[in-house]
């Protein structure tokens, strides 16, 4: 399928951040931030009020401003619609409570077979259209990329599996090795969830979308290719026909990196923990990177923060496809005046492909 001509990703084509999903030459690095729209803003916090997240997510006026926030005021080179990934299958009926501090809760989560049924196909429309209407003014009024998501199969399962966010993953791993027949039934029907909120979300404006496998880093990678790797390559690949970059985003997945790449995906995340250059060569030539300045950094004083910024800048070397962000999502204490800096470095320093000073 393609993308209508008046489809808003059309009058986007010279973005800095979809020409560098692409791999094409850009004038400057294109940054954005992974929960740039959130707590570390006041005028986030303001306007929030004290109520559930899922409250202000189902108010299309109110989300498109908390997604309109950081473009405002950091200048970032796309946006990220507020949403969470929980939102689908909350909203299909597996009720997902999201605690402030905590995350997504679960009071009855995923035990046995039976469960699968509180999962039924997602239709878009019907069930999350105020996401769909959230897209749908902020394409109005945005001037750059639009970047939809959700989560990956994998990260919604454990959170359905473990009903609280969890260290160690035990009783998926344990659901995954004792229950394999289960498992890939509750990947695939997550799976296609996934896809139809994603598509939805493309063909309401959005212009990229983000696969959020946060968690599948606890995986190795004999287990991630078994049980893991062909649902999240089912993804990628029945979105292809929308024709807009699809980024995979990880933490803690250095050993899983090439993996994500042949998923399907056109941009592979990484966190902190392997340096830009590294990723580049575990993902391929033919996969863009986006990172990866470890988000705590951004809490101690600007010289820390610009030299580890450069160092990213270094590492990333100018080569095209390289997409500027934190290695995981903005702290909640992060001054947002330093994110207001990194973004002016990034854009100043950030050329291709201009040698930096140390
Ligand atoms: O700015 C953005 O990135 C867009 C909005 C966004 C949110 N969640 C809003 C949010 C996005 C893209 C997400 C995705 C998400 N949600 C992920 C994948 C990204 C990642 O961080 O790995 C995950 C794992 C979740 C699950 C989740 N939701 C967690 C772990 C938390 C934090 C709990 C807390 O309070 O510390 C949430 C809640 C949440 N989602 C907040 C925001 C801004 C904070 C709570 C609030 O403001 O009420």
Redesign the pocket.
Known sequence: MLIPNDHPSHALSESSYLRACKRQSVEHVPVWF??????SLPE?RNI?GSGS?LE?IADPSLAAEI?LQ?VRRYGVDAA???????VPVNAIGFKVD???????TVDEPFRDRSDLQRLRILEPEVDTPYVLDTVRILVKELEIPLIG?A?APF?IAS?LIEGQ?SRTHARTKSLMQSEPTIWHDLMERLSDIAIASMRSQVLAGASAVQL?D??AGALSATDYKKYVFPHSQRVFSELENLEVPRAH?G?GTAELLSSMSDAGADVVGADWRVPLDEVRRRVGPDTAVQGNLDPAVCLAAWPVVQRQAREVLRAADGQPGHIFNLG??VL?ETDPEILERLVELVHTEGLHPKPLTP
Do not use: E, K, N
């Open positions: 992974q929960r740039q729209a959130g707590r986030y929030r997240i202000a997604t950081p990220i619609l507020f949403s969470d990934i929980v999201v605690v402030p501090g905590v995350g997504p998501f989560g990260t959170y966010p959020f946060s968690w985003f933490v995981h999502g909640p």
